[in-house]
């Protein structure tokens, strides 16, 4: 199985911080990564699919890079809604498996 | 609007059983591959099982193969996932999800919650 290792794990940041978390993939992956938002109790939504397409409706202060074993999902300027988890996932090979997930909390 | 509604969950002993359902609208369900994912309390999301568009073909993570079965019914628009042999480790929230072709999951379900005690 390809593991996904994500960094930070906990991240405290302000509002208007620009914060990047980091992907880093055991085999290469091509560009099949995706990078999902999720909040207490809530499913999680997609933002990201291959690796830097933003998914529709999601604002432009995301921005997601990289490909082959490491991947970027960066948030240009924090807003109070942003504080969540979240999460990577690869898609180029069974079992589609996701990072453990970055915890984004307001410093 | 795709809406994806599970049901099923609940309180089981170790060994027991249970059936999730996945009801489906908004979209064609018989053209698409759904997967079911969970995520134990406090922790990370965790793939499970994937099948495709006509239900001949499954995936299973090692961790539930030879005890859980995917299936659907695509005259109902419904999606399921058998759980058999539960142990404690499986309780979580199980969310299903719409496939788009290696693109993520754009579409989940409220996720239903499996509690596997004594």
């Known amino acids: 199985d390809i593991q996904l290792t994500q960094s930070p794990s906990f991240l405290s940041a302000s509002v208007g911080d620009r914060v990047t978390i980091t992907c880093r993939a055991s085999q290469g992956i091509s560009s099949y990564l995706a990078w999902y938002q999720q909040k207490p109790g809530k499913a999680p939504k997609l933002l990201i699919y291959a690796a830097s397409t933003l998914q529709s409706g999601v604002p432009s202060r995301f921005s997601g890079s990289g490909s082959g074993t490491e991947f970027t999902l960066t948030i240009s300027s924090l807003q109070p809604e942003d504080f969540a988890t979240y999460y990577c996932q690869q898609l180029n090979s069974y079992p589609p498996t996701f990072g453990q997930g970055t915890k984004l909390e307001i410093k | 609007e795709v809406q994806l509604v599970e049901s099923g969950g609940g309180l089981v002993q170790p060994g027991g059983s249970l059936r999730l359902s996945c009801a489906a609208s908004?979209?064609?369900?018989?053209?698409?591959?759904m997967h079911w994912v969970r995520q134990a309390p406090g922790k990370g999301l965790v793939w499970v099982s994937r099948i495709n568009s006509d239900g001949s073909s499954t995936s299973y993570a090692d961790s539930v193969k030879g005890r859980f079965t995917i299936s659907r019914d695509n005259a109902k628009n419904t999606l399921y996932l058998q759980m058999n042999s539960l142990r404690a480790e499986d309780t979580a929230v199980y969310y299903c999800?719409?496939?788009?072709?290696?693109?993520?999951?754009?579409?989940w379900g409220q996720g239903t919650l499996v509690t596997v005690s004594s």
């Open positions: 908004g979209f064609t369900f018989s053209s698409y591959w």
């Open positions: 999800a719409r496939d788009r072709d290696s693109s993520g999951y754009k579409d």
